[in-house]
């Protein structure tokens, strides 16, 4: 069974900083990731879609990485704005088909 | 092209009543995904649906709870005799059909937030 971990749960951060949210999963059979970004009391928002045999992808100031065997994804985001807050959210997509979600790390960018 | 479409965007019952919430999904899919999160919870996975057919409801309660995708119209989850810990937020995800349906985008509705009385 799927389970994802992130870490930290929650970040503040000035404005301008360069951050680095972490993200685990324990089962490596899968065929892509997606990271969302979550507004309080909204639906989510893709943000990145990495497929399995990708190392990195890159979107504006995002930029995920991957790294399939160790069950590992990271989210960089640079020159951090107020407008980044929102809690974020990576999902492994495994062989069942369906998005299994880890809790989140809570965002917030002071300005 | 509009985007996946929840409705209603929030829906009261009392105890003992149904919740039917509806996820149109985006032209030209046919994988739907329903979540349930809970205050301060992260996604919880209920069932994946294909056009006509159930493909995976490993997370949905055995009781109570049915999903349904059919030909023509929009995805149903029903819940029968709602109970306060049903109230949630439901969301709904789509993505393109066949097999690459696995390989690119889900795309999330706005969710529909169900309150029981």
């Known amino acids: 069974k799927q389970e994802v971990t992130q870490i930290p749960a929650a970040l503040s951060v000035p404005e301008g900083e360069n951050l680095v949210l972490n993200c685990s999963f324990t089962d490596s059979a899968i065929y892509n990731l997606q990271w969302f970004r979550q507004d309080p009391g909204k639906g989510l928002t893709s943000l990145l879609l990495?497929?399995?045999?990708?190392r990195e992808q890159t979107s504006g100031r995002l930029n995920a990485s991957l790294d399939k065997s160790s069950g590992r994804s990271t989210l960089y985001i640079a020159a951090s704005q107020p407008g980044d807050s929102a809690t974020y959210l990576c999902?492994?997509?495994?062989?069942?088909?369906?998005?299994?979600f880890g809790k989140g790390t809570k965002l917030s960018v002071k300005p | 092209n509009a985007g996946v479409m929840q409705n209603p965007r929030h829906l009261v019952r009392r105890r003992g009543q149904e919740a039917r919430l509806r996820c149109s999904p985006m032209?030209?899919?046919?994988?739907v995904y329903w979540y349930r999160q809970l205050p301060e919870e992260g996604l919880k996975f209920m069932v994946y649906l294909q056009k006509e057919n159930i493909i995976d409801e490993s997370g949905m309660p055995k009781e109570r709870f049915s999903a349904e995708f059919p030909k023509e119209g929009p995805s149903i989850l029903r819940i029968q005799q709602v109970v306060r810990g049903d109230s949630a937020a439901y969301f709904c995800?789509?993505?393109?059909?066949?097999?690459?349906?696995?390989?690119?985008?889900?795309?999330f509705g706005q969710g529909t937030r169900l309150t029981v009385v």
């Open positions: 990495i497929q399995s045999s990708q």
């Open positions: 999902a492994p997509r495994g062989s069942q088909g369906n998005l299994i």
């Open positions: 995800a789509s993505s393109p059909q066949g097999l690459r349906g696995m390989n690119t985008e889900a795309f």
């Open positions: 032209k030209g899919h046919s994988h």
